[in-house]
Nanobody, 123 residues
């Protein structure tokens, strides 16, 4: 079992930045692919970004590529999502997730989830 807890969300103006963190506890953090998803009101939960076990491989949704950066620190059992040039359409609850498959983008490919954290971008 892995427990995931997100932090760092909040309210920011368009064009601003936020950094989300997700701390893992339980099983060895470094064995998992770590991903970020988001869910806006009335919409499906969608893939945002993910990183391989080592952190060397990173992949992104087209909607955030070039603005968001995913990273991890295995010594701290933490994965990060740096979000720059935020837009109102980035407003959502953001979730971190742990899985075992590299390049996974579907919700059902991830085994463990955090409780989510709100990010609101005002125009």
């Amino acid at each position: 079992q892995v427990q995931l807890v997100e932090s760092g969300g909040g309210l920011v103006q368009a064009g601003g930045s936020l950094r989300l963190s997700c701390v893992a506890s339980g099983r060895t953090f470094s064995i998992y692919v770590m991903g970020w998803f988001r869910q806006a009101p009335g919409k499906e939960r969608e893939f945002v970004a993910a990183t391989s076990r080592s952190g060397d491989t990173k992949y992104y949704a087209d909607s955030v590529n070039g603005r968001f950066t995913v990273s991890r620190d295995n010594a701290k059992n933490t994965v990060y999502l740096q979000m720059n040039s935020l837009k109102p359409e980035d407003t959502a609850v953001y979730y971190c997730a742990a899985g075992s498959r590299l390049y996974a983008r579907r919700k059902d490919e991830y085994d463990y989830w955090g409780q989510g954290i709100q990010v609101t971008v005002s125009s």
